[in-house]
């Protein structure tokens, strides 16, 4: 098949998903902003305490994020896979194959990722601001929150960044999730099994939509990070 | 101002030493600020004058030797060289730093436009930090450390790089902060401020003060050979 | 002060947003069974037809989680469904005996059959499966296989075996393990021109055959039969026992047996219904 055809063709199918292409997205948006946000929460403070102060175990707290931003979508899926698993410790929850269960598999893959590049971000700002803040008198968490603060640009990057990687991978999601229809189906593993179905056009086509999410939120964000900012030129 | 008080007491240090990487950057250090003057710490580059403000400051703590306050530690405020200004309006710079100094919420606002209007930088509050000239950024520096309403200012060369006009803004800022009570250590190079400025002098040399004493004596009779070297211009080694 | 209220609005949002899906499919879908199944069953599209049905009749969702016969056992062995419908009848009555499963059921077979290219006369030729494995051995010619534990690739093994063959010696030569799912066996088969063992119902609904065919069918070896069992409730007792006989009992009546009859793709029905 030509090329062309295929773009084509992969367009004519999604546009004809409608309502499921619309579920689809929902979840795969839900799921990888509810990781991003989580994975904030945690990432942010931890990744600006590694960078400020100094506490036992911190060594090991910071080569433990740089390596596991490397962690592979799988072993993450199947590590909370065990977790969640009926016969796992957290099975009477009931959370595998659900949403709840993506979310959390997402959340361990990225809060690494957002922890280790907080860190780099706001070790950064420090040697900037470090002085002055304690000059000033500012508390632990005082420093930590001017810095995150200085840094939001930077930091809404590192978000992004997350969030680039939670809406790209699949093997996590299709461990944890099933990949079941209209309940834990996303775009990744929606996108997988219209390859083994041999459904290449339509696999494409979903693949383009999710490039076409994953620019309209970067420029959404760049939009948003330019705007209250006269830029500096000094 | 909002700080009444002139400190009454003599500042003392005694033997400061300090030492990095087997060098003592401060090799007994002993000279003493008098109560209400402005104080001008001069000497060379490497004299250890910044060193000594950060230990004053209690960023730093001599590996031997001791500063006595002659009775409660007063507040001190260092303004460095360089300001380092937050990425936002010149209004929000002040706010935050009053946030941390733990001024509350409501006194805020009206505390930040007092301390732009004694810069003179009313016209500026709106003004992101990283647009304003290097001499709007000192003052705006020195306005933030005032307030934390301290009772000793330190200064590290606060007109090292401004042209002149930006310069006599800044010392002008300095007589009135030290006409509102608050005592004054200044770092500078210049030897005309240090005239203009100083009631008393601590000259350094070599993490050593070499000659300490008020500033008429000073600057027409200085006693040490090294003193002597740098207010004529010439190098000693 | 406005930005810092819209930043913590936003932030507070986030994790609202975090929280809503814990809550959202519980009240979404109060009545749901989860069916551990296969790869060849969700890739031919019969679920897509054979769900709505049922739910239609009794308000029973039923979500289907496929993977290879082999996972899903293994799922269904820890409890993370409360059906298991596969095809591998050995590892079916032995999950059955370890009291894992109630008891096991027929419900439908369809039949393997060997696609691939054209090439290969001896193949076609042959006076059975084994032969023509054989001949695809002899010929040193490609052939893909699931590699992963799968119904279908424990088929594979059983009818090497029978042939005399060992073709994992072969491993990373003209035998390739693919260690994935059917359709994506297919495609990587469609991509390198090898042979591949599939059954019919997913080679059927296959959408990227290129120049692949059926190049052998028809032994009585290559007969695949599909079971259904009930997980355990004893061993697994948070398993939805009555909604999912339910379903077991709807699947192997005659009206889930002829909705099962009815499902064709391009005309050709794909699973033959033989519940006793």
Do not use: C
């Not at chain 1, 001017?146 to 990057?157: C, I, S």
């Not at chain 1, 383009?208 to 500096?232: D, E, F, K, S, W």
């Not at chain 2, 705006?140 to 042209?163: C, F, H, K, N, S």
């Amino acid at each position: 098949m030509d090329i062309l055809d295929t773009f084509a063709e992969a367009f004519r199918l999604v546009w004809r998903l409608d309502a499921d292409l619309v579920e689809i997205v929902g979840l795969s948006l839900r799921v990888s902003l509810s990781a991003v946000a989580l994975a904030s929460l945690i990432g942010l403070p931890l990744g600006a305490a590694l960078a400020t102060r100094r506490f036992p175990g911190r060594g090991v707290l910071i080569i433990g994020a740089n390596a596991l931003m490397g962690l592979p979508p799988v072993v993450a899926g199947l590590a909370v896979y065990l977790m969640l698993s009926r016969a796992g410790p957290l099975g009477p929850l009931g959370l595998l194959y659900t949403p709840t269960a993506m979310i959390i598999a997402q959340t361990v893959l990225i809060t690494p990722i957002v922890t280790a590049l907080t860190r780099q971000v706001v070790a950064d700002l420090d040697v900037r601001h470090g002085e002055q803040l304690r000059i000033m008198g500012a508390s632990g968490w005082a420093r930590i929150g001017t810095l995150l603060y200085e840094g939001r640009h930077a930091l809404g990057t590192v978000a992004l960044a997350g969030l680039g990687r939670a809406l790209a991978e699949v093997g996590a999601v299709m461990i944890v999730g099933g990949n079941i229809d209209h309940v834990t189906r996303v775009m990744t593993t929606a996108i997988a099994l219209e390859t083994s179905k041999g459904n290449l056009g339509l696999a494409l086509g979903l693949g383009t939509v999710l490039l076409i999410l994953a620019v309209a939120i970067n420029a959404g964000v760049g939009a948003m990070q330019r705007r209250p900012q006269v830029r500096a030129h000094g | 101002m909002d700080s009444p008080l002139l400190a009454e007491e003599t500042i003392e240090a005694r033997g400061l030493v300090y030492r990095r990487d087997g060098a003592a950057l401060l090799d007994g250090a002993s000279f003493s600020l008098p109560p209400a003057k402005r104080t001008v710490l001069m000497g060379p580059n490497g004299a250890g004058k910044s060193l000594l403000l950060r230990m004053v400051q209690g960023l730093l703590r001599p590996d031997s030797g001791e500063i006595t306050w002659g009775g409660v530690r007063p507040k001190t405020a260092l303004v460095l060289q360089s300001p380092v200004l937050l990425a936002r309006t010149a209004r929000a710079n002040l706010l935050h730093a009053l946030r941390i100094y733990g001024v509350k919420r409501r006194a805020r606002g009206d505390r930040a436009d007092e301390l732009l209007a004694m810069a003179r930088l009313e016209h500026r509050a709106g003004t992101h930090a990283d647009v304003l000239s290097g001499g709007e950024r000192q003052r705006l520096a020195i306005v933030r450390a005032l307030g934390a309403q301290p009772e000793l200012l330190l200064l590290d060369e606060p007109t090292a790089q401004l042209d002149p006009e930006a310069t006599a803004h800044i010392e002008a800022l300095v007589n009135q902060i030290h006409a509102s009570g608050t005592r004054i250590v200044l770092v500078t190079h210049d030897i005309g401020q240090a005239k203009r400025l100083a009631d008393h002098v601590v000259f350094l040399d070599r993490g050593r003060v070499a000659e300490t004493g008020p500033a008429e004596g000073f600057f027409a009779r200085p006693q040490s050979e090294a003193a002597r070297a740098y207010l004529a211009g010439r190098l000693h080694f | 002060m406005l930005r810092r209220t819209l930043l913590a609005a936003g932030i507070a949002g986030l994790a609202a947003l975090a929280a809503l899906p814990a809550a959202l499919p519980a009240a979404a879908a109060d009545r749901f069974i989860t069916v551990q199944s296969t790869t060849s069953t969700q890739n031919s599209g019969l679920y897509d037809y054979l769900l709505p049905i049922f739910t239609e009749k009794t308000g029973i969702e039923v979500r289907v989680v496929a993977v290879g016969t082999g996972q899903a056992i293994k799922n269904a062995a820890n409890g993370d469904g409360d059906v298991l419908l596969v095809h591998a009848k050995p590892a079916e009555e032995k999950f059955v005996a370890d009291g894992l499963g109630v008891s096991r059921s027929d419900v439908m077979y369809n039949d393997f059959v060997i696609v691939g290219p054209a090439g290969l006369e001896a193949v076609s030729a042959a006076n059975d499966v084994l032969g023509a494995l054989k001949a695809i051995a002899d010929a040193g010619a490609p052939f893909a296989s699931r590699g992963d534990d799968s119904g279908t690739h424990k088929a594979e093994m059983r009818l090497w075996k029978a042939a005399e063959i060992d073709p994992t010696a072969a491993s990373g030569g003209w035998y390739r393990e693919t260690g994935s799912g059917m359709g994506a066996t297919l495609n990587v088969a469609a991509g390198m021109g090898a042979y591949a063992l599939t059954d019919r119902a997913t080679w059927i609904a296959f959408e990227n055959k290129g120049d692949m065919q059926i190049v052998y069918e028809g032994d009585p070896r290559l007969f695949n039969q599909y079971g259904v069992i009930l997980v355990s409730p004893e061993k697994h007792p948070h398993v939805k026992a009555e909604d999912a006989q339910a379903f077991i009992d709807w699947i192997l009546s005659e009206e889930g047996q002829a909705a099962i009859a009815d499902y064709k793709v391009d005309g050709q029905q794909l699973f033959f219904p033989n519940a006793e």
